[in-house]
């Protein structure tokens, strides 16, 4: 029977992985008569082989089903996580994230009562060794008590004990004799022994003295006050601030604090480290200092290397790094020349940073992250071998990695990106975690519009990257919104601005890439009028006027109708504002 039972397990094990297999293909059912040829099975041995085979099956019928899942969930994450601020709301934290939270905010309120992020001063080395001899002083006296009363009880113990038990029986003083009973004369070892446990007891006495408590009772209170009047008061916390906002003080606080755990994954301790390491290094920078320098006093021309222009469509100020510039060697002499040049760059650099970064309010509802665009454009692709260009770039990555956790940017675009630029990009990203590399894309020459347009509104964008806004632009305003249309493949479009009243008409246009024939005309409403010629046509190529502006005073009502021509095979993104 046992032998049948061992027979009959793995079959039906086999049979339910059979019946598994084909499980989710539809078939008819058996017939009831196949079931109960099924021998019976016991209920002890078959059961667990099943639920293995069963558990076993499961997990790589679950395996294969799942395989792409992690693949659409990267990809669903490539796409929005860089480009999205994470909320800074603590109700919107999830039960760990909160509890992250908390036990940070434990960890700092204890640092900042232990003055961990500040060392004390160092005292100069004369008040050090003054203390010292001070503390020498009143140790010493008592100490010195102590010892020579420890010496003469000693002493004393030793010298009755020598006396007692060392003297010769002769020597003993007999006792006087009693006034009934005649003398007895004692044998000289009973008196050498009385004279000993004399000794002992004499011995035991004297220990007894030294091992009780030696200073009075009544002492105590008079030395009480001396001695709290010479304890220093208790220090106060710390108050320690970063970016004008102290660590401890209110959701403001919990905004920057939360950075920090999102840069360690919400690991408390390590976020708790890097919080201490960006509190030193900002001391070692000397930050208050360098916040009243002058932004002058960098080497002139580094202005149109690194700027701030406009926002992108959730309102992060835009900072644009147009490294190209950098083809003039006598620029990149001077700023990347020595280490003291460098330095001085990345001064600036930080500078200019810091200075934005302290016009955020860190409010939980506000806009505290900054939106990065590295223009790549005329960059010689053997500068970015060079020693001294790449320390220093290395260096500025380090710098914002290490010291501004999800504040230097929410998405950093490498625009012009030539087809050489992946091998310089290999040599960058070990210095760069998996989530700061996980907010960067890369757009080509052909690309780089379309991808600045993606985040950025057309009239934010500078016109050097396809967009409308100009520096001291008069007539219109970042805040001016503009329209974007497409002009079809071999086709006419027209854009129609009507005129209700006497007025001036502004507007301006451009056409990604140009390539276009472009006019520009007034239609009076009234039957019979004349149509008077704004804009001649003519074809404006990608190397003439990147944006286009012109304006009309009418008199009467009507429209005005803007004309592109395009002959080419590709569409165009057409942009235009009117006022």
Known sequence: ??????????????????????????????????????????????????????????????????????????????????????????????????????????????????????????????????????????????????????????????????????????????????????????????????SCEAAEEIKETIVHEVTAPTPPPCEEPATAPAAEEEAPPPLAPEEISIWGVPLLADERSDVILLKFLRARDFKVKEAFTMLKNVVAWRKEFKMESLLEEEESAVVEGLEKVVFLSGVDKEGHPVCYNAFGAFQDKDLYNKTFGDAE???????????????????????????????????????????????????????????????YPEIGFVVKVFINVPWWYVAYNRLISPFLTQRTKSKFEFAGPTKTTETLFKYIAPEQVPVQYGGLSKEGEAEFATADSATEDTIKPAGKHTVEIPVTEACTVVWEVRVVGWEVCYGAEFVPSVEGGYTWIVHKSRKIGPGDEQVVSGSFKIGETGKVVLTFDNQTSKKKKLLFSTW
């Open 341 to 403: 040049k460098r330095g001085k760059f990345l001064r600036w650099y930080i500078l200019l940073l810091e200075k934005n970064i302290r016009k955020f309010d860190f409010s939980p509802d506000s806009i505290c992250t900054i939106v990065q665009i590295t223009d790549l454009k005329n960059l010689p692709g053997l500068i970015l071998f060079k020693k001294d260009f790449r320390q220093a770039t290395n260096e500025a990555l380090q710098l914002l990695q290490d010291n």
């Open 1 to 194: 029977m046992a032998e049948e039972t061992k027979k009959t397990a793995p079959e039906a094990a086999c049979a339910a992985e059979e019946v598994a297999a084909v499980s989710d293909v539809p078939v008819a059912e058996k017939p009831a008569a196949v079931k109960k040829e099924v021998p019976p099975q016991p209920e002890s041995e078959p059961e667990p082989e099943k639920k293995v085979a069963d558990e076993g099956e499961k997990k790589e019928k679950e395996k294969d089903e799942s395989a792409p899942a992690p693949a659409a969930e990267d990809e669903k994450i490539a796409e929005s996580a860089p480009f999205k601020e994470e909320s800074n709301k603590v109700d919107d934290l999830v039960d760990p994230e909160k509890k992250a939270l908390d036990e940070l905010k434990l960890l700092i309120q204890d640092a900042l009562n232990k003055h961990e992020f500040t060392a004390p001063p160092p005292q100069p080395p004369a008040m050090a060794e003054e203390k010292k001899a001070e503390t020498e002083a009143e140790e010493k006296p008592e100490e010195k008590k102590e010892e020579e009363t420890k010496t003469e009880e000693k002493k004393e113990a030793e010298e009755i004990k020598i006396e007692s038990c060392e003297a010769p029986p002769a020597e003993t003083p007999a006792p006087p004799p009693a006034a009934e009973e005649p003398a007895v004369e004692k044998k000289p070892e009973e008196a050498k022994i009385e």
